[in-house]
């Protein structure tokens, strides 16, 4: 991404993205997330390798990772509600909420230190594993979704949040929807929805957010999202996504629950210790 690199390192940084695709698209699809779980961390560490500021180059990884998930999480989301899986009534009561979250976060991306994402990617992550990892039937906080007002506040704060952490905001929701009561593979398939409204708006809002620091930014990013990243992770992100929905309907619950907590809390241990 920048003119230091020789070809062997730009072949490198290619395989990596595409690996990073491929493993992002089967989450997309198997857990109802975009993946961004895995393309930050990963991003992360290769906008440190070819220079980035240390100031700039979490913002830039959580930008490009919701640009790639646009079209991932449209694929998953299209997969899973052909399945007849996703709560659309729910949906469409958190739209509104849900995108005026993710805009406020685009915004707090101008100006929020790197400990900030990190150490909300942490939070989320690491309760989302406890709640499925360790979690009981009695956990629980209602036997359904909630009604207005808290519905509104739901998608709000789940737009915040996956705006800070560049997912697609299946982790939050199906450990909100985990302790309303709803079963594993509903939440999934209704979180893959929720991806979708949050990608767009994210990318746009990460866009403008860094529109102002294109000069300290690689070549080719339009303020906080890089379309080389974007361009190397997405396409084969997109063409796994409906593998990983096919496999989490032939998946037991509980193996499911399982996968999603060991990896999440992997992903929250990397960010934790990149604070020391």
Not at 121 to 143: E, M, N, Y
Not at 201 to 226: Q, R
Request: net charge positive.
């Amino acid at each position: 991404m920048t003119g230091g690199f020789d070809l062997g390192q730009l072949a490198f940084l290619a395989v990596v993205l595409l690996g990073a695709g491929v493993v992002s698209g089967l989450l997309a699809g198997l857990f109802g997330v975009g993946g961004g779980a895995v393309m930050v961390p990963v991003l992360y560490q290769l906008f440190g390798v070819i220079g980035v500021a240390d100031d700039l180059k979490m913002q830039l990884a959580v930008g490009t990772s919701l640009a790639v998930i646009i079209p991932t999480s449209i694929r998953s989301f299209m997969a899973h509600r052909a399945r007849g899986a996703v709560d659309e009534e729910l949906l469409r009561a958190w739209a509104i909420p849900t995108v005026a979250g993710v805009l406020l976060g685009s915004w707090i991306a101008s100006f929020a230190p790197p400990a900030v994402f990190k150490l909300v990617f942490v939070f989320v992550a690491w309760a989302t594993a406890v709640k499925l990892g360790f979690g009981k039937a009695s956990w629980k906080l209602a036997d359904a979704v909630p009604g207005e007002p808290w519905r509104a506040v739901i998608g709000g704060v789940t737009g915040l949040l996956s705006a800070l952490m560049g997912i697609g905001g299946g982790s939050i929701v199906n450990l909100v929807l985990s302790f309303c009561n709803t079963p594993i593979h509903r939440s999934v398939a209704t979180a893959s929805g929720i991806g979708v409204l949050i990608s767009i708006p994210g990318a746009i809002g990460y866009v403008l957010a860094g529109w102002g620091k294109m000069g300290a930014l690689p070549p080719l990013s339009f303020g906080f999202v890089s379309v080389i990243g974007a361009a190397l992770i997405m396409p084969t992100s997109v063409w796994v996504a409906p593998i990983g929905a096919r496999l989490a309907h032939r998946l037991p619950k509980r193996t499911l629950e399982i996968s999603f907590a060991v990896f999440l809390a992997l992903m929250g241990l990397r960010f934790l210790v990149s604070l020391f």
